[in-house]
């Protein structure tokens, strides 16, 4: 390992189901500190651990840095504990989907990603509050929400179980009439899903807000009015712009959207339910994010 240039004490927060038959993570976080003087706690997260229990075991670990082993929704969980403190986050990227590691450009190599753990510079980043829901990645209702929630109901994993949930979602999902209002102009429109954007790509690494920015005032709202497999092909492989006729952006720091009938509704890759409405804010400087 590459050694810091002090030492600091670690908390490493793991999905259960983080690693692989072939993989052992917690086998390979204690090989890594073999010969290191820094001192590190390894925490497995209880199937029925609650926010307030979790904050509990950071507190009392009194780590340095603490860092989330899993998917997004481990990163959650321990951002929602740390918000608006100084403490930086890490990520060892071990989930299903592991979209916001790859959007700081955590490598996916499990030693890779703990030499930045531990000698990475903590960067603050903003995140978007949704419905009460902390986003550090993406949100939306429609299309996408309803292809997670397929794929949360299919036991095949990985980029294959999502390909068979949105091909079942597309010939299933209904587009929905949405409206709300930036800078004062109120907008109306028939939408196959409408994004609420922290970050600028999915974890499947379709790029959805390429002028997104994790470290500015303000989040991107991604109206897709017509399903478009081109337009997001486009925008990944090439520096064109969306079609305004078919995807349309804005930027805000708050807003409301409201939907004519319930859509489906999820946040960073968590299926939350069926909303006719939805309220979102920006909290700057939000995340101590280790990169």
């Known amino acids: 390992m590459r050694e810091s240039t002090s030492n600091i004490k670690l908390l490493f927060?793991?999905?259960?189901?983080?690693?692989?038959?072939?993989?052992?993570?917690?086998?390979?976080?204690?090989t890594y500190f073999e010969d290191a003087l820094h001192s590190y706690i390894l925490h497995e997260l209880a199937p029925d651990c609650s926010i307030d229990k979790l904050k509990e075991t950071i507190n009392e670990s009194n780590a340095d840095r603490v860092v989330a082993v899993g998917g997004d929704g481990t990163l959650k969980m321990v951002a929602e504990c740390l918000l608006e403190t100084d403490t930086p986050v890490g990520i060892i990227?071990?989930?299903?989907?592991?979209?916001m590691a790859k959007e700081l450009g955590i490598p996916a190599d499990i030693e890779e990603a703990l030499d930045v753990a531990v000698n990475g510079n903590p960067r603050k980043i903003h995140a978007v509050l949704v419905n009460g829901q902390l986003c550090i990645h993406l949100a939306d209702i429609?299309?996408?929400?309803?292809?997670v929630k397929k794929f949360d109901d299919l036991s095949q994993r990985g980029m294959?179980?999502?390909a068979k949930a949105a091909w079942k979602a597309l010939w299933s999902h209904h587009k929905m009439e949405v409206e709300f209002k930036i800078k004062g102009e109120v907008i109306r429109s028939e939408a196959a899903m409408v994004v609420i954007a922290n970050a600028t790509k999915y974890g499947t690494g379709v790029k959805i807000n390429p002028d997104g920015r994790l470290?500015?005032?303000?989040?991107?709202?991604?109206l897709v009015k017509k399903y478009s497999v081109v337009e997001i092909?486009?925008?990944r492989f090439t520096n064109l712009p969306f079609n305004p006729e078919k995807i349309e952006t804005f930027q805000t720091s708050g807003l409301k959207i409201k939907t004519?009938?319930?859509a489906h509704f999820q946040v960073d890759g968590e299926y939350i339910g069926r909303v006719n409405s939805i309220n979102a804010r920006i909290i700057t400087s939000a995340i101590n994010i280790i990169v």
């Open 160 to 162: 294959l179980g999502y």
């Open 13 to 30: 927060i793991i999905n259960p189901g983080a690693g692989t038959e072939k993989i052992n993570i917690k086998e390979l976080i204690t």
């Open 142 to 147: 429609g299309f996408n929400a309803y292809i």
């Open 260 to 262: 004519r009938h319930k």
């Open 93 to 99: 990227p071990a989930g299903s989907a592991n979209g």
């Open 215 to 222: 470290d500015d005032d303000l989040f991107e709202v991604i």
């Open 233 to 235: 092909l486009k925008v």
